[in-house]
């Protein structure tokens, strides 16, 4: 039997105004979201510019565009608790979105907040141990928190996921041999991740170490979870894995302190008289405005049959600092030996042995 062409036409307005009044609804609720975002955020950021501190406007900065996702899907729940055709559709894409807006406001709160106390660790000071230490820690915290809250987001979209959810039971219920096999895989990758925390822990890298590792030395420039990297000192960097500062050894040049020693050899004839080379010195160093004021010493170090080693001794308030100031030093003193005590250089001297005597 043939239905009536009016029934036809009434069913199929019906069809069409159920996804047309959720559409409008779920516009009208993104809109409205959108505005009281703008319009909240547009006082937060005329409250934070008042203020002196630079804190709250990281803070700000941050939580924008995680906050303006999170009024959307609020807006969207709100409506369709009251648009029952909105409702059937939101209840399916509910549980997968709303992990990941949770998860990105976590993630978004605590890289705020490490920003924000990171201002309270100024690196630009001469004496900056602990403005690094507490920067290092911070980093790590950050790059640890930041692992567990993806893994976790991660994990729980997946799960919202009927056909994902069935086959991890699967994978868990057979899951012997191929843990075994993924750990097996993962061991080096796990390790690094270990190691980034004990270092976190104990501390035997800061950001902005000197250290000396692999015959190459730099500073540390970024401390990751598996990975640090070393600025050396020509502009390369150098990619080290975390466990490599906890199993070999390096040299670490500010681990108690920035402030350095360095010295500046000179090498001079036996003959050579040390006062004059000790007062001159001691003007350069004073006038040098690298010089930190701690440590000025000469000392004779090593004497050989033709020359001996002469150790100028110096300090500076860090590694790039005590540098520049060595080579100050070098230059500056071997002009001056060269314009004013030339004869003070050191000498190869050539022994001639006595001829036999003729036999009679």
């Known amino acids: 039997m043939i239905e009536p062409i009016g029934d036809t036409i009434d069913k199929g307005t019906q069809l069409l105004a159920d996804p047309l009044h959720a559409a409008l609804a779920a516009g009208i609720a993104v809109a409205l979201a959108l505005g009281l975002h703008a319009a909240v955020f547009f006082l937060l950021r005329r409250v934070a510019r008042r203020t002196d501190a630079s804190a709250d406007d990281i803070v700000v900065r941050y939580l924008h565009r995680p906050t303006r996702l999170a009024f959307v899907v609020l807006g969207l729940m709100l409506a369709a608790r009251e648009v029952p055709e909105l ?21 978004a709160i605590v890289r705020a907040l490490v920003e924000a106390a990171k201002l309270k660790a100024d690196i630009s000071v001469a004496d900056n141990l602990k403005a690094r230490r507490k920067r290092t820690k911070l980093t790590m915290f950050s790059r640890i928190a930041t692992f567990i809250i993806v893994f976790v987001t991660v994990g729980l979209m997946l799960l919202a996921i009927p056909g994902v959810r ?6 868990v219920a057979s899951a012997g041999l191929a843990g075994l096999a993924v750990g097996a895989a993962a061991q080096p990758a796990l390790k690094s991740l270990i190691a980034g925390v004990q270092m976190a822990l104990t501390e035997p890298i800061n950001i902005d170490d000197a250290v000396v590792l692999e015959g190459e030395w730099g500073w540390i420039e970024d401390i990751r979870t598996t990975y640090v990297v070393v600025k050396i000192w020509d502009e390369r960097r150098l990619v080290v894995p975390t466990s490599y500062f906890l199993e070999k050894p390096f040299q670490n040049w500010t681990k108690q302190t920035a402030n350095l020693l360095g010295t500046v050899f000179l090498h001079l004839d036996p003959k050579a008289k040390i006062g004059p080379i000790r007062e001159e010195f001691y003007r350069q160093v004073e006038a040098n405005e690298r010089w930190d004021g701690r440590v000025k010493v000469v000392q004779v170090t090593e004497t050989t049959r033709d020359s001996k080693e002469v150790r100028l001794l110096m300090s500076a308030k860090n590694s790039p600092t005590l540098f520049d100031l060595r080579c100050d030093i070098r230059e500056g003193m071997m002009e001056w030996l060269a314009d004013n005590r030339p004869q003070d250089f050191a000498k190869l001297r050539l022994v001639e042995e006595p001829e036999p005597e003729p036999s009679a």
């Open 87 to 107: 409702r059937e559709v939101w209840s399916d894409i509910a549980t997968f979105v709303l992990p990941a807006v949770v998860g990105w406001m976590a993630l």
């Open 166 to 171: 069935d086959i991890g039971v699967t994978l």
